[in-house]
């Protein structure tokens, strides 16, 4: 009879957060106005390979009560994948998000690098959709839609939306991308890419919609709140 000896090893490093890292850190802390923190370390099974993490808390957050756990942390995992270097990306197998909440309860999840790669790809649609509306770069819209999903142009209606929304709440200053969830329709899945444009007096929720499928990376559904 053959004995089995696992053994079990989580070793967490104290080393500094790098430049990159730490940007990212910032950049969450000042999108949920929350407090962050970070870990590194990782899990060994003998005979088996090594998974190395980067793991991030976010605590002490408001506006990550009012939202779902599972949906802030695959955006904050992929603010900090997007942040690192491409050395620091082959680094890390995982990236580990802990959000607690103002009671102190805490929500884990953890994301491989590979999903990470794909959300990344799939998230330039939003920021394509996202830096042509602050910079007042209508006409790129088009270029970024699946024309199977949209028939028509959709530049010259997002820009009155825009331009009425501005009358109201003032100048658009900035959009933060908040959150990340999937869904699915009839045909495919769907990565929904949440963002928040924020105005001088007011702060909007939008959507940017993806499919799943690789290699297709156009946008195929958004929705501005007004």
């Known amino acids: 009879m053959k004995q089995l000896l696992t053994t079990l090893l989580v070793l967490f490093l104290l080393s500094c957060a ?92 953890s994301y491989p690098r590979t999903l990470l790669d794909k959300l990344s790809t799939k998230s330039m649609a939003f920021k394509l959709f996202s830096e042509s509306i602050l910079l007042k770069n209508y006409d790129r819209l088009d270029s970024i839609k699946n024309n199977v999903d949209f028939k028509t142009p959709i530049s010259k209606s997002i820009e009155e939306v825009m331009q009425q929304n501005q009358k109201i709440f003032g100048e658009l200053i900035t959009y933060q991308p908040i959150s990340i969830g999937e869904t699915k329709d009839e045909i495919s899945g769907i990565y929904r890419y949440n963002g928040q444009f924020v105005y001088k007096n007011k702060i909007i929720p939008y959507l940017v919609a993806v499919d799943v499928t690789d290699g297709k990376d156009k946008m195929i559904g958004y929705k501005i709140n007004q």
Not at 34 to 46: D, E, H, M, P
Not at 49 to 63: D, P, V
Not at 80 to 100: C, H, P, Q, R, W
């Open 18 to 109: 790098s430049d990159t890292e730490q940007k990212s850190l910032t950049k969450i802390a000042d999108i949920y106005n929350a407090k962050t923190s970070y870990t590194k370390g990782f899990n060994s099974n003998v005979g088996e390979k090594t998974i190395r993490n980067f793991k991030i808390i976010a605590s002490e957050s408001e506006l990550l009560d009012s939202l779902q756990p599972s949906l802030t942390s695959s955006n904050m995992a992929l603010l900090v994948y997007e942040g690192f270097t491409s050395e620091e990306k082959e680094n890390y197998d995982l990236i580990n998000v802990d959000v607690l909440n103002l009671k102190n309860d805490t929500a884990s999840y």
